[in-house]
């Protein structure tokens, strides 16, 4: 199930303020148009910025998600009835014959048992066609980013059509593979406070490799996430038959 920060319609409203300019994505821009990808599918789209870049270039775009608020903020944007958007994950999925499936941010993190992962993996693979690839960010877990979370600053932004909202980022629990933390807003406008509790899964280069392998995937290339070097690995896969 979606965390709060993605379901709870307040939240999901204030998102894209807080996540910043997003210059990750100008990458998976790129890996498209290096693989010719005409039909893109992109798995935990959020609030559709990528989405929306994506199907702004003239391809074909499923933007598919779990978060109903997120969907419904992804919704409002220009441009958004050039996507077709989904609310469900990588099992409820469509015969789509993608080109390429991305998973950006911490979408491929979120799968915290290998069986959520498994079945993630194999609804990907049925969503693509035949040679499809599969393109996915994953944090390095030796560059430890929680030692970073937990020496952040509260943010506090003025958010159009909400007023001033500040957030806190805490840490409470790290039991590798998996990292829990928690942000905390407050709505100064009048005073609510609403919380979200998150909790990733860093994987190995190593494991992650086998798991692609068994679940019907070749690894084309492994490469640094270029806003962000030596942070992440960006997986270049594809679907084997």
Request: with cysteine; net charge negative.
């Amino acid at each position: 199930m979606p965390d709060p920060l993605f379901t709870d319609p307040r939240l999901a409203a204030v998102y894209d303020a807080f996540d910043g300019p997003r210059d990750d994505l100008a990458a998976y821009l790129g890996i498209a148009d290096e693989l010719g990808a005409e039909r893109v599918l992109d798995l935990g789209c959020g609030t559709g910025s990528l989405a929306l870049l994506l199907a702004a270039g003239g391809r074909t775009v499923v933007g598919a998600d779990p978060a109903a608020a997120s969907l419904a903020v992804a919704q409002t944007k220009p441009g958004a009835d050039r996507v077709r958007w989904l609310h469900g994950d990588a099992t409820t999925l469509p015969d789509l014959a993608a080109d390429l499936a991305v998973l950006t941010g911490n979408v491929a993190q979120v799968f915290l048992t290998d069986d959520d992962w498994a079945r993630t993996l194999g609804g990907l693979r049925a969503a693509l066609r035949p040679g499809g690839h599969l393109v996915f960010e994953t944090r390095r877990p030796e560059r430890r980013a929680w030692v970073d979370w937990a020496a952040a600053d509260p943010v506090a932004l003025d958010v159009p059509g909400t007023g001033r909202v500040e957030q806190r980022l805490q840490v409470t629990g790290v039991h590798l593979p998996l990292v829990t933390f928690r942000f905390t807003y407050r709505f100064l406008p009048d005073g609510a406070v609403l919380t979200s509790e998150s909790t990733l899964r860093f994987r190995e280069r190593a494991e992650l490799t086998q798991d692609l392998l068994t679940h019907g995937f070749r690894v084309l290339d492994v490469r640094d996430a270029p806003d962000r070097p030596g942070k992440e690995y960006v997986f270049v896969t594809q679907r084997v038959d």
